[in-house]
């Protein structure tokens, strides 16, 4: 059974860094695509990032330059760095694995995992 683990969020303050991690596990074969969503209180969950399996990655828009997504094969484990991290970045985000690279993140979501909280304070 595939099991997706997410940690490493916590609260900071406007200006600050944070790094999450999604270790991931029972996967018969590699996933397509492995991403981030998050979802904001009273807002629908949105695609913030994904990379496939030949490493193309994808961003919304407001994270460019400020986000990367990375994951380590050997260690089945995803990540993703958030920098000039801002108020508006506040949420659940949630590690998900698709069978296809959209235009923002993962699509045809297979498995998601339980969520880590984000919060920025001004």
């Known amino acids: 059974q595939v099991q997706l683990v997410e940690s490493g969020g916590g609260s900071v303050q406007a200006g600050g860094s944070l790094r999450l991690s999604c270790a991931a596990s029972g996967y018969t074969y590699s996933p397509h695509c492995m991403g981030w969503f998050r979802q904001a209180p009273g807002k629908e969950r949105e695609g913030v990032a994904g990379i496939d399996k030949y490493g193309t990655r994808r961003y919304t828009d407001s994270v460019k330059g400020r986000f990367t997504i990375s994951q380590d094969n050997a260690k089945n484990t995803l990540y993703l760095e958030m920098n000039s991290l801002k108020p508006e970045d506040t949420a659940m985000y949630y590690c998900?694995?698709?069978?296809?690279?959209?235009?923002?993140?993962?699509?045809?979501?297979?498995?998601w995992g339980q969520g880590t909280q984000v919060s920025v304070s001004s």
């Open positions: 998900a694995s698709g069978q296809s690279l959209g235009r923002i993140a993962c699509g045809l979501i297979s498995s």
